[in-house]
């Protein structure tokens, strides 16, 4: 084999191999296609669906937010509004949210109330309590009104009975025959065209149809009661006096759901009546348009609060007693409504439970109805301009439902994908055109294949040519992201530092002269280690650029430790430590005076750093000595954290901290620059741990025997 084979072989084996095992991976791969091109359009199918949940999520979050702030922002106001004016403003917004509920602690609806629809059976239908009333309806309707008259005002008056009949409690008592004699006799004043005297009983009706002590059908019947008074009183007040005011309050009354606790029959009826009294004007025209706005809302909170029982309550019930207390919104799913019915319920703020309360004194919860099937919808409906890939259906136990756009006509494929979805809906996913996609995805393997031998071919020829140049600029580049990484965040904490400790000086925060002298001289000691630090960065730079040069002078190394031990002693007592030193006299060497004073700066530094302030020993010790006749050794001791024994030489690599210095502030540039100073005056640097605990840091440099001064100019 010739040098020059020999020499050009591993760029030509370099070359070839890759290129072989690139076409054999490419063969294998083109056989792998199909599998390949599957299992992608399952994962995409499975992209898909995740898509689809976090947005019904977002959406279903969104709206939520927005709901809630404008219901509780109503309900803080203040401004006399109803709970059903409040649901009507929110289903007006969005057509994704229903009526909004309020629960007490235990799950109980307390909003929207449910519809009474059962008149059979009233109390106050049964005319036995008092056989005078009985009596007097019979003489009305064989036409004798005076003496149905006489008897209806002889109960009124308290005489009593002849004929006493049965004792009877609760509704059967005195007061139930009162309130019953001034209701017909109201009607038969009102029949016989005596408006005024039926205006006087009506009232009187009214008044003694309302007290607390009704319960239960008893309380449903003097409810039914009074607002058949109310109708009639507003129906003569119209018609005698023109004054509508009372119609319009019953009508505004009634939309709000005041009288849901009577039949809705009767409800009906009045409203029916009232709205057909009510003489035509814009005022009128407005107001029932509001009410007929409010009748819609109100029916829907019917529906819901005749559905809430029983399943779903309980759903509810156990949902909020498994929420934490730290937890806000629970989500309960109704899956009764075609579609689903999502429930958010939410605790609201103190303020506003308070207000709440004031209307519905055991409210605990308040929430929202959100359309689960309008929020999936949106959810899977994608842009007019893209085409579907995907079939998306919603499986809740009734059969596929499909969502989103259909667009498509092509038969589906089976089933590729199955997750859970948002709120525990169950999303599928099928591909409208497997083969298609198949075979696209297919396509797009094979170019990708033939692409990668292009490259790698084109790549091949100058890959030797560029081996080293890329080397070179790949360790440059490391070494400019360290640096720029390492100083970054050692520069960040001193100028943090600095900024706060000025602002205070600055604002005139400080409490006394003490604590003003104490932030000046964290100024000072910050700004003197970012002057460090931007040394250290320039002889870094420096060593690395090959610029950074030394001029040696002889140095007594005694002299000079002690005064930087001793311009050094009080920063160091500034942070908890102590700094002391061991200097053996007459010992000197060539060095550069600036460089040999802030290598031993760097070593101080770093010994008091990574001695933790809490380690009983924090003394420094600076030491001077001489190692045979021709050397003289610099040592700093500490009593740190040590370096572990695999890394005492990787230390003084530049950006290399031990692996123990955790959170300790530094960018691994001291011990490198320690280092260089050590070798460029033909001396050594070394780390070893000190017995007891803790680091010695050892510089070694030859010693200067000779150190009388020489003299520049001619003797005397």
């Known amino acids: ?15 070839i191999v890759p290129l072989i095992v690139l076409a054999w991976a490419g063969s294998s791969e083109l056989g792998r296609q199909e599998e390949r091109a599957a299992r992608a359009l399952r994962t995409q199918a499975s992209a898909r669906l995740q898509d689809v949940a976090r947005r019904a999520r977002d959406s279903a979050t969104r709206v939520a937010d927005a709901a809630f702030e404008r219901l509780t922002a109503a309900l803080l106001a203040a401004d006399g509004r109803e709970l059903l004016d409040l649901a009507r403003e929110l289903r007006a917004r969005d057509d994704v949210l229903g009526f909004p509920i309020v629960l007490d602690g235990d799950a109980e609806l307390l909003f929207p109330a449910g519809a009474t629809s059962d008149l059979a ?15 007097a309806e019979r003489l009305e309707v064989l036409g004798d009104a005076v003496g149905a008259r006489a008897l209806y005002e002889e109960v009124i008056a308290g005489a009593p009975s002849r004929d006493p009949g049965p004792r009877r409690r609760g509704f059967g008592s005195r007061e139930a025959a009162l309130l019953r004699a001034h209701f017909e006799l109201a009607g038969l004043l009102r029949r016989a065209g005596d408006a005024a005297g039926a205006i006087v009983h009506y009232r009187a009706a009214a008044a003694a149809a309302t007290f607390d002590a009704a319960r239960g059908s008893e309380r449903t019947a003097r409810r039914a009661t009074s607002l058949l008074c109310s109708t009639a009183l507003a129906e003569l007040e119209l018609e005698e006096h023109g004054d509508a005011a009372r119609s319009r309050a019953l009508l505004l009354d009634i939309a709000l759901g005041v009288h849901d606790d009577v039949p809705r029959d009767l409800v009906a009826a009045a409203d029916a009546r009232l709205t057909a009294t009510l003489p035509p004007s ?20 019917h529906a819901f609060a005749e559905g809430y029982a029983g399943f779903l309550r309980e759903a509810v019930r156990r949902r909020i007693r498994r929420a934490a207390d730290g937890e806000r919104r629970v989500d309960v799913v109704d899956p009764a409504p075609v579609g689903g019915v999502l429930l958010l319920l939410e605790r609201p703020p103190p303020a506003v439970r308070d207000a709440l309360q004031r209307r519905l004194p ?5 929430g929202l ?3 689960l099937a309008a929020l999936l919808d949106d959810a899977v409906r994608l842009p007019e301009n893209v085409a579907p890939t995907f079939r998306i259906e919603r499986r ?40 298609a996609a198949l075979d696209e995805s297919r396509r797009r393997g094979t170019r990708r294949v033939l692409l990668a031998l292009a490259l790698v071919a084109a790549a091949a020829g100058g890959a030797v040519l560029l081996l080293r140049s890329v080397g070179r600029e790949t360790e440059l580049l490391r070494t400019r992201v360290a640096l720029v990484s390492r100083v970054s965040h050692e520069l960040r904490t001193p100028l943090a530092l600095i900024r706060m400790y000025a602002e205070t000086l600055g604002r005139g925060r400080a409490a006394d002269a003490a604590q003003r002298a104490h932030f000046a001289d964290v100024i000072v000691r910050e700004t003197d280690g970012l002057s460090r630090i931007v040394e250290r960065i320039l002889d870094f730079s420096a060593k690395e650029s090959g610029n950074l040069r030394y001029r040696p002078e002889p140095v007594d190394l005694a002299e000079r430790l002690a005064a930087t031990v001793a311009a050094y002693c009080p920063h160091v007592q500034t942070r908890g430590a102590s700094l002391e030193s061991e200097l053996t006299a007459g010992l000197s060497a060539a060095v550069d005076p600036a460089g040999f004073d802030n290598a031993v700066v760097n070593l101080i530094e770093n010994a008091v750093k990574y001695t933790p302030e809490d380690a009983p020993d924090r003394r420094v010790e600076v030491a001077l000595l001489a190692v045979g006749a021709d050397r003289v050794a610099v040592e700093v001791r500490d009593r740190g954290i040590g370096i572990p024994e695999p890394e005492r030489e990787l230390v003084f690599r530049g950006f290399h901290r031990a692996s123990n210095a955790g959170e300790i502030r530094g960018a691994g ?16 640097a070394t780390a070893s741990p000190r017995p007891g605990g803790g680091t010695v840091v050892r510089v070694e440099l030859p010693r200067l025997v000779d150190t009388a001064p020489r003299r520049t100019g001619p003797e005397p």
């Open 396 to 435: 809740d136990g009734s059969g596929d439902d499909w969502l989103g756009d259909e667009r498509s006509g092509t038969a589906l494929d089976a089933t590729l994908a199955t997750e859970v979805g948002p709120f525990g809906t169950v999303l599928a996913a099928r591909p409208i055109d497997p083969a």
């Open 369 to 371: 109805q959100l359309d």
């Open 121 to 135: 059976g009233l109390p106050f239908l049964d005319r036995a309590g008092d056989p005078r009333l009985v009596t």
């Open 669 to 684: 540039l001291g011990l490198s620059l320690v280092r260089h100073f050590a070798t460029a005056h033909g001396g050594t």
């Open 1 to 15: 084999m010739t040098r020059a084979v020999a020499r050009h072989l591993p760029a030509a084996l370099f070359l």
């Open 362 to 366: 055991d409210a605990e919860w308040i």
């Open 282 to 301: 814009d005022e009128h025209g407005a107001l029932l348009a509001r009410t007929a706005a409010l009748s819609s809302v109100r029916s829907v909170g």
